[in-house]
């Protein structure tokens, strides 16, 4: 019988034809002794087979077990299509976080052979780091079309993935700068602003406003105020700001239209809170538009908070269960944002918004004595400035 035949005859443990005893020894010194066969051991293991070819060989090996796992085992006893099987095994089935790093240490020195596991952990390049990235904003950002089954959970899935890759992923800055990654972002932009107008002009045709209708609204501006977060990270807030200032104007007039006043409340509030990051990056200088942009920002908003922080607090007053209350850090947040721009203006547009802020009935709401004091200041020393000026030419010329 050759020795195939005899192999496969061989039974593991089998006393009455084994040659050889294999004894592990656990990390407990407890051994566990096995019943082998040595030319089977030769065969399948270059362990075996280097432990069995020496002149002081015996007929019983032993092994100090101090690793675990099957794949560390066949890697410390040189059992290649052992460690062939559990190579494939582990590349098809997911790993928990904390096994990554144990089965790394373990194939790390298999070279090749260890490919399939090391595939699924190498870094991407840039381009497929950007197609994923697209992908991801265009879910994020759509905008219309039919609603696959889970769409909701599907575009939060999408934003957590851009928030993660635009705060973790090393190779975004490259991918933001990307002429075809800002073209895609601000299309997407456009067509939520768009999108947007078009919402709010169909509530101004609505006889009665419904509860649908008014979420719809709402929903569209927490689409933009994600978009507003993400944008500071791509260098694109300004093109934010810039949409923001241009519908300004329409956005307002149906906001405050007459139909709407004892409605939309939650809309009204979400609608101060984007506007209040918009005043903010204009305010704090982390956009710059020019003095004009500027006046008409603030000449838009100034006077809708001034109008609605009183009446959201009145109805808070009445209403106990009234939940969209202008809380403290977001009065303080507009507050400052509004008293920074007023400050970066032209002294001729901060005399216009003072003269209209004395005036108003409602001054407790943004409180401007800070930047009042500020222009006073300022316009008293111009004025001392002008007359110095003047006095040191009258001199020169007496002089002459």
């Not at 500071?232 to 906001?255: A, E, G, R």
Request: proline share 4%.
């Amino acid at each position: 019988m050759d020795k195939a035949g005899v192999a496969m005859t061989y039974k593991f443990g089998d006393p009455s034809s084994s040659d050889i005893l294999v004894c592990l020894k656990t990390r407990e010194g407890r051994p566990e002794w096995f019943h082998c066969h040595s030319s089977i051991l030769v065969q399948k293991s270059k362990f075996f087979a280097d432990q069995l070819s020496r002149v002081d060989s015996t007929n019983c090996i032993e092994i100090p077990c101090t690793k675990f796992g099957v794949l560390q085992v066949a890697i410390a006893l040189s059992c290649e299509e052992i460690t062939q099987s559990c190579i494939q095994y582990l590349e098809a089935v997911p790993w928990e976080d904390k096994e990554e790093e144990e089965i790394l240490k373990a194939v790390s020195g298999l070279g090749p052979l260890a490919m399939p596991i090391l595939a699924r952990i190498q870094p991407v390049d840039i381009n497929a780091t950007k197609n994923v990235f697209l992908a991801a904003i265009r879910f994020a950002t759509s905008t219309g079309g039919p609603c696959p089954p889970f769409a909701d959970d599907l575009k939060v899935s999408a934003r957590e993935q851009v928030e993660y890759m635009l705060v973790e992923d090393e190779d975004m800055p490259l991918v933001t700068a990307d002429g075809e990654v800002k073209s895609e972002v601000r299309m997407s932009l456009s067509k939520m602003f768009s999108k947007f107008e078009k919402e709010l002009g169909s509530l101004l045709l609505e006889s009665d406003l419904t509860a649908a209708a008014e979420d719809i609204v709402l929903q569209s501006l927490s689409d933009l105020e994600w978009m507003c977060n993400i944008l500071p990270k791509m260098d694109l807030l300004k093109d934010f700001v810039s949409n923001w200032i241009d519908v300004s104007d329409y956005v307002l007039k149906v906001f405050q239209d007459k139909k709407f006043d004892t409605t939309m409340w939650g809309a009204k509030l979400k609608l101060i809170e984007v506007a209040g990051k918009v005043l903010d990056a204009v305010g704090y200088g982390n956009v710059i538009f020019p003095a004009p942009a500027r006046v008409q920002l603030l000449k838009f908003w100034l006077s809708y908070v001034r109008k609605m922080k009183p009446l959201l607090d009145s109805k808070g007053s009445e209403d106990v269960g009234f939940a969209y209350k202008m809380d403290e850090d977001l009065c303080q947040s507009i507050e400052g944002a509004i008293i920074s721009l007023v400050l970066a203006l032209p002294s001729n547009d901060q005399a216009d918004i003072m003269a209209d802020w004395i005036q108003t009935e409602q001054v407790r709401y943004p409180d401007l004595s800070e930047a009042f004091e500020v222009w006073c200041y300022r316009t008293k020393s111009a004025k001392r400035r002008l007359v110095v000026g003047f006095n040191e030419i009258g001199n020169a010329t007496i002089s002459l």
